[in-house]
Every structure is written in C-alpha cells, then in structure tokens.
C-alpha cells in the first residue's frame, strides 16, 4: 500500500484495517518514496509488516510476497 495516498494515507489506513479481528492476519507492506529509519519506523507503529522504498525492485516484492502465500478460503 502506498503511504502517501490521498484523504486516507496508508498510516491511517493500515491502522484501521488492524483495528478489525480480520485485519490482524494481514501481510501490509508499505511501498513508498520515504525511507528514513524514522519512516520505517511509523510505518511499523501503524502496522505495516515490510516497508520498501520506491523505486521498488520487483523481485524484493516478488520475495515478500512468497513468504506470504494467500489463504485459500
């Protein structure tokens, strides 16, 4: 999810979708142009499991998504 998204950012974002029981089996990875430590930092305190920086390489992504295979419902 981008961080800087309009109205709703993705800090805010990420923490409504914790508040929710469901939310909290989530896999939220932050994808954005803000990289200082401090950045990843707040993207941790909202929830985000991963943080990358833009440009973001696609096989990191592609990584990160692997170690989070979708649930069959």
Do not use: V
């Amino acid at each position: 999810m981008d961080i800087g998204m309009p109205r709703l950012n993705g800090y805010e974002t990420a923490r409504r979708i914790r508040s929710y029981p469901a939310g909290q089996a989530l896999k939220l990875i932050a994808l954005t142009g803000w990289g200082q430590d401090s950045d990843k930092q707040l993207a941790a305190e909202a929830g985000f499991n991963h943080h990358l920086t833009k440009p973001i390489n696609p096989a990191d992504l592609a990584d990160l998504l692997e170690m989070h295979p979708a649930r069959k419902p």
